[in-house]
Each structure stands twice: as structure tokens, then as C-alpha cells.
């Protein structure tokens, strides 16, 4: 039997304020449910353990000497939690009020569904996208050709972009802003696999779990608004590249090195082409010449990196 049925998860780096915020919004939603909070700080250095002990002396801490990434810092909590749901939420994510009952009483009464995700709002209350296609060789090929637009009415061109995220369905994963699983799925599947820093965790986790049978579903009646990029937003070349190595490490281990070169040749490709449209568009638009160019410049540094990195996190996977 579990001590509870809800046990919360955040993971906490150097985001103090908008964590004490997510954990005033999240105490008001789980009022009257059977829960426990999780705080595992990555070794912020910004006062967030001392804040979050004075104001929330009910949530259990798990303190990192280092920062682990998001999917160890995850599993590091679910090991020690007791609930039979686990509800990971990011710190920048601010459930609306009845949202996590939703997605509870939901999993309760779906019991072939492993994970559900909620409907994700901007802070301006519109959509955010939050359901996507498993990654692939072909995916990849249907991207950087532009053909995916171009067929998107067929099933298998299908990328869910121009769903409005306005009705139930299942779908191939839920990002990891905030997500339900069933602590049965931990057990049968395991945690998240840690050879991902950030990025390509859920969608790997969330693969795993298909392929022993579970199911994930996307529930818009539930909605949590999200800010995104909140730990990384002063550092995006190094999330760029933490989101290209763990692409590289998925596609290795789900698609082996001949998905993988087929993947970064699609890549090369289509940044290649971006390249030179971007480049087009900076000398004919001044207008756009700021945004042309810094697209030119992504599209080269991956067209680069995609021909010379060839250092796989995890290869003997």
C-alpha cells in the first residue's frame, strides 16, 4: 500500500523565485489530495535550498553536490518517493487550479495508460505545443525536405503542428514540463536514462514505455501554464548543444549508427539549405536582417557540427 497518491517532483537550478512560485501554486492545486513534494536542487548557488526550507518546511530536499541533469535528479527522487503517481513538473510550470486532480482521476480510471500530459499554455494564454512524434531517420527526412508541410493531411506526415491540442487522443510523448506516471511504469520500465543530461529523456522514457505496452495520452481538460527555458535562458549555446548530443544518443540507441548517419546526413542537408535561404534573405529584406542572420549563423554552426561531431554520449548502448 502507498503512504500517499500523489507524489510531486521539481527539479531546482538556480531558478529560486520561480520555484517558490511553482510550489504557492502547486500547494493551492493539490489541497485535499494526498501528496508529497520533492525538491532536488542541482547545486544552485542563488539561495534557492534555504528559501525553499523556510517558506515550504513540508517539502523533502534532495540537495546535489553538482548538477545531474534532469533526468538523474528525476529518478533520484522517484527512488525515494512513496506515491502511486508521480507528477514531474518543471519550475517553470504553474498548474491551473483542478489541473493535477484531472490528470490524476484520469490515469485512475485508465489503467492501460502509463503517462498523460496536460494542455501547456505561454504565459500569454496561448498554445504551446507540447506533444510530438517519436524522433527517427525518416522523420528527419521528411523534416529538412519540407515535405512534412507539404503532406501534412497524411497519417504519416502527421507532426502534430497543426493540431489545435484541443481534444483527447494518444500520442507518441508528452515533453517533460509536466507529465503523470504511474509509479508502476517506474517499476516495470525503470527511471529515465541517464546517460541524457537534458533533452531526449522523456522521449526516450516515454518509447521504452510503448514498447512494453503502455500507452501515453494527452489530456487538454488539464491545463499548466509554462514558461520554458527558465534554468537554461542565459546559456543557449550550451543547450544548443545538450539538445544535439541527446538527439545523436537517442537516434544511436533506438535506430543504430545507420539511423544515425542517415539522421545527421538529413540534418546537413537541410541546414545547408536553411543556410543559404537565410543568407538570401538578409541581403534582399533588410528589414529582416537580424533575424536572417542569426538564423544563418544556427544553420552553419549545425551544418558544421553535424559533419565533424562524431562523439556519441552513451555509444555503447
Not at 548557488?45 to 523556510?54: E, P, W
Not at 545531474?68 to 510550470?93: H, I, K, P, V
Not at 503517462?115 to 504551446?128: K, Y
Not at 543559404?276 to 544563418?296: G, N, T
Request: net charge neutral; with cysteine; charged share 20%.
Amino acid at each position: 500500500m502507498n503512504d500517499c497518491l500523489l507524489s510531486v517532483i521539481i527539479i531546482n537550478y538556480n531558478t529560486c523565485a520561480m520555484t517558490l512560485e511553482c510550489l504557492h501554486t502547486l500547494y493551492a492545486d493539490i489541497e485535499g489530495i494526498s501528496a508529497e513534494v520533492w525538491v532536488v536542487d542541482n547545486a544552485s548557488v542563488d539561495g534557492s535550498l534555504g528559501a525553499i526550507l523556510s517558506m515550504f518546511p513540508a517539502v523533502k530536499v534532495i540537495a546535489n553536490s553538482e548538477n545531474r541533469g534532469f533526468g538523474a535528479a528525476n529518478n533520484q527522487a522517484m527512488r525515494e518517493a512513496t506515491g502511486e503517481f508521480f507528477l514531474l513538473l518543471n519550475s517553470d510550470a504553474f498548474p491551473k487550479q483542478g489541473a493535477i486532480e484531472q490528470l490524476v482521476n484520469y490515469l485512475q480510471g485508465q489503467k492501460q495508460v502509463g503517462v498523460v500530459g496536460p494542455r501547456l499554455l505561454n504565459a500569454d494564454g496561448s498554445l504551446q505545443r507540447s506533444c510530438y512524434r517519436l524522433p527517427s531517420p525518416f522523420r528527419a527526412w521528411m523534416e529538412n525536405l519540407w515535405i512534412s508541410p507539404l503532406l501534412h493531411r497524411q497519417a504519416f506526415c502527421d507532426d502534430y503542428a497543426r493540431w489545435t491540442h484541443d481534444q483527447e487522443r494518444e500520442v507518441e510523448f508528452v515533453i517533460g514540463a509536466c507529465m503523470l506516471v504511474r509509479r508502476e511504469v517506474f517499476e516495470q520500465v525503470g527511471g529515465f536514462d541517464e546517460k541524457f543530461f537534458m533533452y531526449a529523456e522523456e522521449s526516450d522514457w516515454q518509447r521504452r514505455m510503448q514498447d512494453t505496452g503502455w500507452r501515453v495520452k494527452f489530456l487538454p481538460a488539464a491545463e499548466v501554464t509554462h514558461l520554458g527555458g527558465a534554468s537554461g535562458a542565459k546559456e543557449k549555446a550550451k543547450i544548443n548543444r545538450y539538445f544535439f548530443d541527446s538527439l545523436d544518443y537517442y537516434t544511436r540507441k533506438h535506430h543504430g549508427l545507420l539511423g544515425l548517419v542517415s539522421m545527421r546526413l538529413a540534418m546537413l542537408i537541410g541546414c545547408s539549405l536553411r543556410t543559404l535561404l537565410w543568407s538570401l534573405v538578409f541581403v534582399v529584406v533588410p528589414r529582416r536582417r537580424a533575424i536572417a542572420a542569426s538564423k544563418a549563423q544556427l544553420h552553419s554552426w549545425l551544418c558544421v557540427r553535424q559533419a565533424t561531431h562524431w562523439r556519441i554520449i552513451g555509444r555503447e548502448a
